[in-house]
C-alpha cells in the first residue's frame, strides 16, 4: 500500500525477487517497511530453480501459492561428462526421492515470481510501495536517508540494499567489493520439445562451461549455456532455426526435435563479494552482497536466504527493543550470512576451475570425484542434502 509516512524503521531499495521478498519479511516482523523500486512488468524471460528452503519461505511469506501452479517439480539432476576429454567423468543422477522428498524444488519464470511477490506486497498494510528509483543514499550516525528519483526523502533506522551488482546502497555505506571477471558468459533462453522431460534437469559439462536443461511446465525447459565469451556471443547471433538445432545437438537429442522461444539474454560471468555485508546502518542482499556463476542454480537461493537471516536479525532486535540499524545488530547480519555466501562461492569456483582445466591431474581429480558421488550412496545423498541448503543451517535453528 501507497504510504506518505517519509520515516520508516526499514527501507529497502531494489525491487528484483530477493528484495521484494525480504520487504515482505521485514514488514511481517512488525516493522514499518517500505520498498524503493520502479514497478515496471518484467521482461526478461529467465527462470529460476527455487531449491531447499526458498520454497518453504515463499510459502510462509504467503507468495508461493500464488505461482505454484505455473513452476515445474524438479524430481532428478542429471550430470553428463560432454568434454570429449581423455578422462572423462561418469554421469551422475541425483534422485530427489533418495532423500525422502518428492522434489528438489521448482523451477519458475521469474517474471510469474515477480508477479506474485508484488501482488503480496500490495496486500500488506506495514510494507509502503514508492515506485520510484532511489536516486541517492546518505548514511549518518543516527538514520539513513534516501532521496527517490521525484524528490521525496524518506529517512530509516536500516537500510536493505538489494539493488543489484552495481549497487548505489553499498557504495553509500563505503563497502569496497572484490570483482574477478571470469572468461565465460551465460546465454539464456526457453526451448519446447517433442518429448517429455519427466521433471529431470539435465546438465552437460562442456570444456567451456556446464549447458543446463531444467524443467519448465509443459513440453518446455529454461536453457542456461555457459560458454568462452566469443562462442556465447555466436550462438546468441544465431537466428532461432540455427540456435534450436545447436541446442538440440548439445541435449543429444534426449528432447527430441527444439524450438526456441522468442526471447535471450546474454551476460558475461564473474565472481563478486563486498568486504563485509552491513556497515553504517546498510544491509546488503542478492547481487549487492554476492556474485557467482548460475552454477548449481545457487544465486537467488542465496539471495533469499539473505532475507529470511535478515528478517530473522531484525524481529529479535525489535523484540528487544534496539536501534535496527546499529552496528551490533547489522554485525549479526553479516555473522549469520558470512559462511553461507562463502562456502557456496568457494564450491562454485571450484566446481567450475575444474571443468575448464586441461591438466590432467585435475581431469582425474573430477573423476574420481564424480565416480565417488555417483557410486557411494552415503556421500552422494550428502552431496544432495548439502546441495539444497547447508546443513548447519539446519543444526543452528534446531538450536
Given at each position: 500500500?501507497?504510504?506518505?509516512?517519509?520515516?520508516?524503521?526499514?527501507?529497502?531499495?531494489?525491487?528484483?525477487?530477493?528484495?521484494?521478498?525480504?520487504?515482505?519479511?521485514?514488514?511481517?516482523?512488525?516493522?514499518?517497511?517500505?520498498?524503493?523500486?520502479?514497478?515496471?512488468?518484467?521482461?526478461?524471460?529467465?527462470?529460476?530453480?527455487?531449491?531447499?528452503?526458498?520454497?518453504?519461505?515463499?510459502?510462509?511469506?504467503?507468495?508461493?501459492?500464488?505461482?505454484?501452479?505455473?513452476?515445474?517439480?524438479?524430481?532428478?539432476?542429471?550430470?553428463?561428462?560432454?568434454?570429449?576429454?581423455?578422462?572423462?567423468?561418469?554421469?551422475?543422477?541425483?534422485?530427489?526421492?533418495?532423500?525422502?522428498?518428492?522434489?528438489?524444488?521448482?523451477?519458475?519464470?521469474?517474471?510469474?515470481?515477480?508477479?506474485?511477490?508484488?501482488?503480496?506486497?500490495?496486500?500488506?498494510?506495514?510494507?509502503?510501495?514508492?515506485?520510484?528509483?532511489?536516486?541517492?543514499?546518505?548514511?549518518?550516525?543516527?538514520?539513513?536517508?534516501?532521496?527517490?528519483?521525484?524528490?521525496?526523502?524518506?529517512?530509516?533506522?536500516?537500510?536493505?540494499?538489494?539493488?543489484?551488482?552495481?549497487?548505489?546502497?553499498?557504495?553509500?555505506?563505503?563497502?569496497?567489493?572484490?570483482?574477478?571477471?571470469?572468461?565465460?558468459?551465460?546465454?539464456?533462453f526457453n526451448i519446447t520439445h517433442a518429448r517429455p522431460h519427466h521433471e529431470v534437469s539435465t546438465e552437460?559439462?562442456?570444456?567451456?562451461?556446464?549447458?543446463?536443461?531444467?524443467?519448465?511446465?509443459?513440453?518446455?525447459?529454461?536453457?542456461?549455456?555457459?560458454?568462452?565469451?566469443?562462442?556465447?556471443?555466436?550462438?546468441?547471433?544465431?537466428?532461432?532455426?540455427?540456435?534450436?538445432?545447436?541446442?538440440?545437438?548439445?541435449?543429444?537429442?534426449?528432447?527430441?526435435?527444439?524450438?526456441?522461444?522468442?526471447?535471450?539474454?546474454?551476460?558475461?560471468?564473474?565472481?563478486?563479494?563486498?568486504?563485509?555485508?552491513?556497515?553504517?546502518?546498510?544491509?546488503?542482499?542478492?547481487?549487492?552482497?554476492?556474485?557467482?556463476?548460475?552454477?548449481?542454480?545457487?544465486?537467488?537461493?542465496?539471495?533469499?536466504?539473505?532475507?529470511?537471516?535478515?528478517?530473522?536479525?531484525?524481529?529479535?532486535?525489535?523484540?528487544?527493543?534496539?536501534?535496527?540499524?546499529?552496528?551490533?545488530?547489522?554485525?549479526?547480519?553479516?555473522?549469520?550470512?558470512?559462511?553461507?555466501?562463502?562456502?557456496?562461492?568457494?564450491?562454485?569456483?571450484?566446481?567450475?576451475?575444474?571443468?575448464?582445466?586441461?591438466?590432467?591431474?585435475?581431469?582425474?581429480?573430477?573423476?574420481?570425484?564424480?565416480?565417488?558421488?555417483?557410486?557411494?550412496?552415503?556421500?552422494?545423498?550428502?552431496?544432495?542434502?548439502?546441495?539444497?541448503?547447508?546443513?548447519?543451517?539446519?543444526?543452528?535453528?534446531?538450536?
Amino acid at each position: 500500500m501507497t504510504n506518505t509516512e517519509a520515516s520508516f524503521d526499514v527501507i529497502v531499495v531494489g525491487g528484483g525477487p530477493a528484495g521484494l521478498a525480504a520487504a515482505i519479511a521485514l514488514s511481517q516482523t512488525g516493522a514499518r517497511t517500505a520498498l524503493v523500486a520502479r514497478q515496471a512488468p518484467y521482461a526478461d524471460n529467465r527462470t529460476t530453480a527455487l531449491l531447499g528452503g526458498s520454497v518453504d519461505f515463499l510459502d510462509e511469506l504467503g507468495v508461493w501459492p500464488l505461482c505454484r501452479d505455473r513452476a515445474a517439480g524438479l524430481k532428478a539432476m542429471r550430470l553428463v561428462d560432454d568434454t570429449g576429454r581423455l578422462i572423462r567423468a561418469p554421469e551422475v543422477r541425483f534422485v530427489a526421492s533418495e532423500i525422502g522428498l518428492d522434489v528438489f524444488g521448482y523451477n519458475i519464470a521469474n517474471a510469474v515470481l515477480v508477479d506474485a511477490l508484488e501482488r503480496r506486497a500490495a496486500d500488506i498494510d506495514q510494507l509502503s510501495r514508492i515506485a520510484e528509483d532511489a536516486e541517492s543514499v546518505r548514511c549518518d550516525a543516527n538514520a539513513v536517508t534516501v532521496t527517490t528519483s521525484s524528490g521525496r526523502s524518506l529517512t530509516a533506522q536500516l537500510v536493505v540494499g538489494a539493488d543489484g551488482r552495481h549497487s548505489l546502497c553499498r557504495e553509500a555505506a563505503g563497502i569496497g567489493v572484490s570483482r574477478r571477471t571470469l572468461q565465460q558468459a551465460a546465454l539464456t533462453f526457453n526451448i519446447t520439445h517433442a518429448r517429455p522431460h519427466h521433471e529431470v534437469s539435465t546438465e552437460f559439462h562442456t570444456p567451456q562451461g556446464p549447458c543446463v536443461f531444467v524443467p519448465l511446465p509443459g513440453d518446455r525447459c529454461s536453457v542456461v549455456w555457459v560458454a568462452a565469451p566469443k562462442e556465447a556471443e555466436r550462438l546468441y547471433a544465431l537466428d532461432d532455426d540455427a540456435l534450436s538445432a545447436a541446442a538440440e545437438r548439445q541435449s543429444h537429442s534426449i528432447f527430441g526435435r527444439v524450438h526456441v522461444e522468442p526471447g535471450r539474454h546474454l551476460f558475461p560471468l564473474a565472481i563478486e563479494r563486498p568486504q563485509r555485508y552491513a556497515q553504517n546502518r546498510v544491509a546488503l542482499i542478492g547481487e549487492a552482497a554476492h556474485v557467482v556463476p548460475p552454477i548449481g542454480a545457487q544465486g537467488l537461493n542465496l539471495g533469499l536466504r539473505d532475507g529470511i537471516d535478515l528478517a530473522s536479525v531484525v524481529s529479535k532486535a525489535k523484540a528487544a527493543g534496539e536501534d535496527l540499524g546499529a552496528p551490533q545488530v547489522i554485525a549479526r547480519y553479516g555473522a549469520a550470512r558470512r559462511a553461507d555466501i562463502l562456502s557456496r562461492t568457494f564450491v562454485i569456483d571450484v566446481a567450475n576451475r575444474s571443468l575448464l582445466s586441461d591438466l590432467v591431474p585435475m581431469q582425474s581429480l573430477r573423476a574420481v570425484g564424480m565416480h565417488l558421488i555417483g557410486g557411494f550412496g552415503p556421500l552422494r545423498r550428502l552431496a544432495m542434502r548439502e546441495g539444497l541448503a547447508p546443513s548447519w543451517r539446519n543444526a543452528r535453528k534446531a538450536g
